[in-house]
């Protein structure tokens, strides 16, 4: 296995912190749609970049949406991005976040079909080709099952990388989170995820209203999150980052650099 | 292929779970698609709507703390979406609304002084001014009220009509700028008449 480079989210409201303890970070997790219409902000990720490497993370591909193509401004900024940045690959979710020019504004679930699929597959096919480079995409939290599915979310995952050749960001903590909310073993859907698709993996902490969690990254990382990473990095043959996210309700900068460094050290064993 | 359709309904479905009903009514769907939209659990649809809602919200309440309480007094029903940069705006005309960044994360919520603009079509104009009276006198909100031909900012009363072609710029706004030169960051607003009305304002810090 590769070494895997740790990193965290770089927020503006941690910016000095994160900076003064940058030798503590191998990258920077960046939001890529803050900067891809916004020059000034690409300025501000170019200076960044000198200092440390960066990671764009993408938010509003919306891969499973059937006009995903048709957004061709969108996507003609992500590949603009990927062409100024490095990175093997460009991050994203599996989820929708737009239709006919209109924004959900939050992630939203994709029904596990094989027409869906047939969807996500062409989608993730040509936006390679525009970008020039693979997509690395994201299991999301979602709210409820949208119903009877052909597939389930590994299996909707392992063909869409069959197909089209891209990786998964395995977020833990949505993995954790939707186990919990839905009821099901988040090892069951390990076991079936093909892991050696797993480039990146997302930690973060969520936060509990009533029964339900919540996808917050608002606290620190839960224990079974970190249970889970034990686990399953040693099998991820392909990991090629572990990122920290933290977005809200910043902890002193002390115990994120804690949380990374054990991440650092479960993640490489 | 009806995905198109289902992923159609879904999406009004989550931004107002009450139409629901009346898409699926109208909706070309296969069995399975209206088999799935039609059980979905109402609950969890109407606390996935609400997530929607809180969570723009709260990027746009972070950073403009007064004005966000201002807009939940004065504009409860008003929904509009707000970008922080020209070239990330989009027409939002199916829905009327206020001051709901797409916050994805504080970044994308509207930076203080930066300019957002906001379409309507006068149809909306008109909804908006049912519920809008004059601003409160100079509190350094910086919000703006909107009539359809009439324009209120701190009290004084702006008539315009489709023959103000181009940039407004009122007395008033000229006395808020040299006011703001003294005080700090205050409200400032322009306006332009089109077709489809076009409404530039730049988004005030609560500094």
Known sequence: MATTEIGIAFRRAMARDLLAHRDEFDVFEVIADHSLFNHAEARALADLEAQVPLVPHGLDLSIGSVDCLEDGRYLEAVAELCRRRGGAFYGDHFAMTKLQGRSIGHLSPLWYTRAQLKVVVRNIAAVQARIGRPLALENITRPFDLGPSDLTEAEFINRAVRETGCGVILDLANLFINAHNLRFDPRRFLDELDLSAVWQIHLAGGRKVGPQWIDSHSSAVAAPVWELLEEVAPACTNLQLVILERDNEYPPVEELIADVRHARELARG | ?207
Do not use: N
């Open chain 2, 1 to 207: 292929m009806t995905l198109q359709a289902f992923q159609s309904v879904l999406v009004e479905a989550y931004r107002d779970p009450t139409r629901l009903a009346p898409l699926l009514r109208r909706a070309r769907l296969s069995k399975a698609e209206r088999q799935v939209l039609g059980g979905l659990d109402r609950r969890s649809l109407e606390d996935f709507s609400s997530s929607l809602y809180a969570k723009e919200s709260q990027g746009i309440q972070r950073a403009f703390p007064r004005t966000v309480a201002f807009l939940g007094e004065r504009f409860p029903a008003v929904y509009m979406r707000c970008r922080a940069r020209y070239e990330e705006v989009r027409r939002w005309p199916d829905r009327l609304g206020l001051f709901h960044a797409t916050a994805r994360g504080e970044l994308q919520a509207p930076e203080a002084h930066e300019i957002a603009r906001f379409e309507f079509t006068h149809a909306l104009l008109r909804e908006v001014a049912a519920g809008v009276a004059d601003l409160p006198e100079g509190d350094g909100l910086g919000l703006i009220a909107l009539q359809a031909g009439e324009l209120t900012i701190r009290g004084e009363r702006i008539a315009f009509s489709s023959a103000h072609a181009g940039r407004y710029a009122s007395p008033v706004l000229r006395r808020d700028r040299a006011r703001r030169r003294r005080t700090g960051p205050q409200s400032i607003l322009f306006f332009q008449r089109r077709p489809r009305a076009v409404v530039e304002v730049k988004v005030l810090g609560d500094d």
